[in-house]
């Protein structure tokens, strides 16, 4: 298992500000990943990020916007730029199981709501 | 394209009935499915996934699904509910590795005691 910590857990911020996330695991892992959780809505994958290279990204989601940094093979940031009301969201950090199987293990998670 | 869709957002049961929520899924090859389950305060945690073999897959606390490959479904159960069970539950859909999971919309179950 995988034990990953999160921060901040929530942070209200004001338009036009950045953001950033950060998450720590506690075991080496080659792929770490950062959904998106709306309002009412599900997890929406925002980009893979893999040590040593740079991060890919879903469909309508930019380096630009959420640019993401991953020094080593237990920690990566996130970071929401240049925010707006419309990124208010929950955002998650995840790795995967490392028995190929794909299950997944998650952070607590940050809560963003911007004004 | 890849989806996963459940049918139901919001479930409110009394105690000891039975559950069954919807999740069917669209992949173009070999698929690995999984439920998670959210309580609340809490992290997401899997209940059980299905890679392979069985297709009537038990997780923790008393959960089974059911992959049926003809319908494109992984239909998540429990004979008997609890309020402990009150949480959102996730279908979620990979390939191989997890390189790319797809979550569907989530169920709120709300159980009565």
């Known amino acids: 298992s995988a034990v990953i910590s999160q921060k901040p857990s929530r942070d209200i911020c004001q338009r036009g500000t950045s953001l950033t996330i950060q998450c720590q695991v506690d075991?080496?892992?080659?792929?770490m990943f950062w959904y998106r959780q709306q309002p009412g809505q599900s997890l929406t994958l925002i980009a893979t990020?893999?040590?040593?290279?740079?991060?890919?990204?879903e469909s309508g989601f930019v380096i630009d916007k959420f640019p993401i940094s991953r020094p080593n093979l237990t920690f990566s940031t996130l970071t929401v730029s240049n925010m707006s009301p419309e990124d208010s969201s929950i955002y998650l950090c995840?790795?995967?199981?490392?028995?190929?199987?794909?299950?997944?293990?998650f952070g607590s998670g940050t809560q963003l709501s911007v004004l | 394209a890849q989806s996963v869709s459940q049918h139901n957002h919001h479930v409110i049961l009394s105690e000891a009935a039975s559950l069954e929520l919807g999740c069917n899924y669209s992949?173009?090859?070999?698929?690995?499915l999984f439920w998670y389950v959210q309580y609340p305060g809490q992290h997401l945690q899997l209940l059980l996934k299905?890679?392979?073999?069985?297709?009537l897959v038990k997780g923790i606390k008393g959960f089974e699904a059911e992959f049926i490959k003809s319908k494109f479904s992984f239909n998540l159960r429990k004979p008997s509910v609890q309020w402990s069970d009150t949480a959102e539950y996730f279908c979620?859909?990979?390939?191989?590795?997890?390189?790319?999971?797809?979550f569907g919309a989530g169920t709120r179950l709300f159980v009565k005691a």
């Open positions: 990020a893999n040590q040593g290279s740079e991060a890919t990204y």
């Open positions: 992949y173009g090859g070999t698929v690995n």
């Open positions: 979620a859909g990979g390939d191989t590795g997890g390189f790319k999971t797809i």
């Open positions: 995840s790795v995967e199981a490392g028995d190929a199987g794909g299950k997944l293990f």
């Open positions: 075991s080496q892992v080659t792929m």
């Open positions: 299905y890679f392979s073999g069985d297709p």
